[in-house]
């Protein structure tokens, strides 16, 4: 079975600080990765996604991913960070066999203090 | 394009009440169709899914059902409703790349308080 594990719960830094957020992520097989953000008050919006190719993936916004397989991690950075980046952000990972539905983090609580 | 619809919005129930919550999609056919539930400070959680008219999956014990009437309409619902059902309800759907890969896609989302 598929899990993933999002370890900071929640960050608080300050506008134009560097942001990273891991994800680790436990399936044997070939997956698919994402990273959704949740504004306040807003539905899911997909962020940016992996499928193959390239490990280092852009999204909207200025934010990155990159996926290291060895350490099935697929951590979430921006180099400066903006108040309105304020949401919660959630890794989550999919496979193209079976079920073919996602699995989630718990998510990250991302708070930008001007 | 593919379009998802939820309706409604909000609810405000009381415990004890049936519950109806409605998603249909546009724009393909024979989707993937999955139930999530967003608890307050949690995660979101898959409660359903379903890879075809009147197949439906359920991935955690609980106090809801899910039916697949049509193959693009999903409906998650209750008989009688607990506190603990209040939440967040996604419907998403997912679709095959032209390479073969997953790709999920979700509706707005129904906030459901129960009281």
């Known amino acids: 079975a598929q899990s993933v594990s999002q370890h900071n719960h929640h960050v608080i830094l300050s506008e134009a600080a560097s942001l990273e957020l891991g994800c680790n992520y436990s399936y044997g097989g070939t997956v698919n990765l994402f990273w959704y953000v949740q504004y306040p008050g807003q539905h899911l919006q997909l962020l940016l996604k992996?499928?193959?190719?390239?490990?280092l993936v852009k999204g909207i916004k200025g934010f990155e991913a990159e996926f290291i397989k060895s350490k099935f991690s697929f951590n979430l950075r921006k180099p400066s960070v903006q108040w309105s980046d304020t949401a919660e952000y959630f890794c989550a990972v999919t496979s193209d066999t079976g079920r073919r539905a996602l699995t989630f983090g718990s998510g990250t609580r991302l708070q930008v203090q001007p | 394009s593919q379009t998802i619809h939820q309706w409604p919005a909000t609810l405000v129930q009381p415990v004890g009440s049936p519950l109806s919550l409605e998603c249909t999609v546009e724009g393909t056919s024979n989707p993937n169709l999955y139930w999530y539930r967003q608890a307050a400070g949690r995660g979101l959680q898959l409660l359903f899914y379903s890879v075809g008219i009147g197949q439906i999956s359920s991935e955690v014990p609980q106090n809801l059902s899910a039916s697949r009437p049509q193959d693009r309409q999903f409906i998650l619902s209750s008989k009688k409703l607990l506190l603990s059902d209040s939440g967040f309800y996604l419907c998403?759907?997912?679709?095959?790349?032209?390479?073969?890969?997953?790709?999920?896609?979700f509706g707005p989302g129904t906030r459901l308080t129960v009281t």
């Open positions: 992996y499928f193959s190719g390239d490990p």
């Open positions: 998403a759907w997912s679709v095959r790349t032209s390479g073969g890969r997953t790709l999920p896609y």
